[in-house]
């Protein structure tokens, strides 16, 4: 096992657990992720005023680290905030920095 | 008062007594009885069986919470649920003390519209995002924040009175006897 992966990445999360991905203060779009694999399948598909929305708040790093336990893809995406990207740009390079972990994740050392 | 086939029926001084009530839970029976020219033992009795079979439900005291520098942010949501779900999830809101006011309502899907404070916009999305959001049956919420209340008051016995037939009845009859 690669022992730079975090414990629970492949982890499949409970209800309360889970991401739930809002567009602003206490509007839920109804999509919601209880693991990284599906946490990379819907910020494909969410809409974009939800990825900008949890980025400018940290939402997602705070997901990742406290309840993932992945440090290494929260801090990528912190980087990610410091570019300022909004609309499909911030969709591509999240999708991509997503994938790049699970893709790194799987393989072999 | 009349009980008849286990429905109880209120006359039109049982009416005239809500009404004072409304506007004040705090009067006297004698200050009662004297605004309607009835003795003070009558308008206890009377008041005494509204309680005894729920038409009273409860006295209580309304707080301004801004006079007293509480400064709480209030917000309505509408909550798009799963209906074989709905009757759980309004129950499981219930048990949230942020959460004041609970409906249902049916128009082209279900919804749960629910009244919620929070000290400031922070906590109010992470009750949502924590305790309400992840609630099995919830499809999607929709969050306004309250920026000015207009108006806020119960519906009054007095408005209301003409909608109800037993009440027509009574004033028909008082009207008959010339009163």
Redesign the interface.
């Known amino acids: 096992m690669n022992p730079n992966i975090a414990p629970d990445i492949f982890a499949v999360l409970p209800?309360?657990k889970?991401f739930?991905f809002?567009t602003s203060?206490?509007?839920?779009?109804?999509v919601?992720a209880s693991s990284l694999n599906e946490f990379a399948e819907k910020i494909r598909e969410v809409n974009v005023k939800s990825l900008e929305f949890h980025l400018n708040r940290g939402d997602f790093e705070k997901w990742l680290t406290e309840v993932l336990q992945d440090t290494e893809i929260a801090e990528e995406i912190r980087k990610l905030k410091r570019l300022n990207l909004a609309g499909d740009d911030l969709r591509n390079h999240l999708c991509e920095t997503v994938s790049r972990r699970l893709e790194h994740s799987k393989s072999p050392l | 008062m009349k009980h008849r086939n286990g429905e109880t029926t209120l006359d039109a001084t049982d009416l005239k007594i809500l009404e004072i009530l409304q506007e004040n839970a705090r009067l006297a029976y004698s200050d009662i009885g004297k605004r309607l020219g009835l003795a003070h033992s009558t308008i206890f009795e009377r008041i005494k069986k509204m309680e005894a079979n729920g038409i009273i439900a409860q006295y209580t005291v309304k707080v301004d919470l801004e006079r007293m520098g509480t400064k709480k942010l209030m917000a309505m949501m509408t909550i798009y649920t799963d209906p074989k779900e709905s009757e759980k999830v309004a129950e499981q809101l219930g048990k949230l003390p942020q959460i004041i006011e609970i409906y249902t309502s049916l128009s082209e899907e279900l919804l749960i519209i629910a009244k919620v404070i929070a000290e400031d916009q922070e906590s109010l999305h992470a009750l949502i995002a924590n305790s309400v959001a992840p609630l099995e049956g919830v499809l999607r919420i929709r969050t306004s924040i309250v920026t000015k209340k207009f108006k806020e008051t119960q519906p009054s016995i007095g408005a209301i009175a003409d909608k109800l037939t037993f009440i027509k009845r009574a004033r028909n009859i008082n009207r008959g006897k010339g009163t």
Request: hydrophobic share 25%; no cysteine.
């Open positions: 209800r309360e889970a739930y809002f203060i206490g509007n839920y779009t109804g919601n």
